[in-house]
C-alpha cells in the first residue's frame, strides 16, 4: 500500500521560509517523479514544483526563485524549501507520486501552510 505523509506545514509571518517534506511508502521511490501542489481556498489545485525521477525540476512562475524541490531517494523523501512566503502562498500543500508505466499518481493527505502576519 502506498502511503505518502507530509509535515512541515504551519503558521509562518510573510517573508519567512518553512520546509515541507514528504516521506513515501509502499513504493519504488526512486523511479516515480514527484511533484508538490497547493490548493487555495475557492481554487483549484494547482502544481507548485516537480522533480523527475532523473532530478529534473520544474516551477510555477509564481513561486520560481523563492521555492525548491529536492527529492532523497536513500530516505524515500522529497522536500519543498519555501522562502520569501507571501499570503497569497496559504493553501493546502499536497505530496504527489507519478508512476509512469502504469501511469498512476498517488497522493498524500496535505498539509497547512498559512502565511498571516
Known amino acids: 500500500q502506498v502511503q505518502l505523509v507530509e509535515s512541515g506545514g504551519g503558521l509562518v509571518q510573510p517573508g519567512g521560509s518553512l520546509r515541507l517534506s514528504c516521506a513515501a511508502s509502499?513504493?519504488?521511490?526512486?523511479?516515480?517523479?514527484m511533484a508538490w501542489y497547493r490548493q487555495a481556498p475557492g481554487k483549484q489545485r494547482e502544481l507548485v514544483a516537480r522533480?523527475?525521477?532523473?532530478?529534473?525540476?520544474g516551477y510555477a512562475d509564481s513561486v520560481k526563485g523563492r521555492f525548491i524541490i529536492s527529492r532523497d531517494n536513500a530516505k524515500n523523501t522529497v522536500y519543498l524549501q519555501m522562502n520569501s512566503l507571501k499570503p497569497e502562498d496559504t493553501a493546502v500543500y499536497y505530496c504527489n507520486a507519478a508512476q509512469r508505466v502504469p501511469k498512476i499518481d498517488y497522493w498524500g493527505q496535505g498539509t497547512q501552510v498559512t502565511v498571516s502576519s
Open positions: 509502499g513504493i519504488i521511490f526512486s523511479i516515480v517523479d
Open positions: 522533480i523527475s525521477r532523473g532530478g529534473s525540476t
